[in-house]
């Protein structure tokens, strides 16, 4: 019914900036919260960063300052604008959202992942 679509990881220089989008599509009526996780080998998948649709926004300790999360609500879409990346950052980053898909009320969806790796 409702896909994510995760793109923008790749390989980059401790230091350095990614920007990751997440797009989603199918039968949508509305998107509550659109977030971003993500994992690392052998550790708990953890909150990155979180939007509301209302425009509200929550960042881990760890990244805020660095991390930027936006939305473009036209086109249900999310960003996550990386900055000052650390090799720490190296995981899966996962686009998670809230959707209200017709005759189905609230539903969780996830993205398939991508992989951002930060060099040292």
């Known amino acids: 019914q409702v896909q994510l679509v995760e793109s923008g990881g790749g390989l980059v220089q401790a230091g350095g900036s990614r920007r990751l989008s997440c797009v989603a599509s199918g039968t949508i009526f509305s998107i509550n919260d659109m977030d971003w996780y993500r994992q690392s080998p052998g550790k708990q998948r953890e909150l990155v960063a979180a939007?509301?649709?209302?425009?509200?926004?929550n960042y881990a300790d760890s990244v805020k300052g660095r991390f930027t999360i936006s939305r473009d609500n036209a086109k249900n879409t999310v960003y996550l604008q990386m900055n000052s990346l650390k090799p720490e950052d190296t995981a899966v980053y996962y686009c998670?959202?809230?959707?209200?898909?017709?005759?189905?009320?609230?539903?969780?969806?996830w993205g398939q992942g991508t992989q951002v790796t930060v060099s040292s």
């Open positions: 998670h959202a809230v959707v209200v898909v017709p005759a189905f009320g609230f539903r969780q969806y």
């Open positions: 939007s509301s649709s209302g425009g509200s926004t």
